[in-house]
């Protein structure tokens, strides 16, 4: 099985990705993920402006935008 192994081909792969985007699994993992960058970002609004929050805001907003 693709668990099992310790390699997977191309094909493999492909395999998993049509799976999970039949059943919504990719979408729904964006999803929460997106759901999770906006609870830290929130989470930030507490602390004064700096340059490590600039940091963190551009990090969590490339990571938002960012395709593949």
Do not use: H, N, P
């Not at 492909?14 to 970002?41: P, Q």
């Amino acid at each position: 099985s693709i668990v099992t192994q310790k390699q997977c081909s191309d094909g493999d792969l492909a395999w998993v990705r049509a799976f999970l985007e039949t059943r919504g699994g990719i979408e729904e993992t964006l999803r929460k993920s997106r759901g999770y960058l906006t609870l830290a970002t929130d989470q930030l609004e507490i602390f004064s402006d700096s340059e490590e929050k600039r940091a963190l805001m551009t990090l969590a907003d490339r990571i938002l935008c960012r395709t593949y």
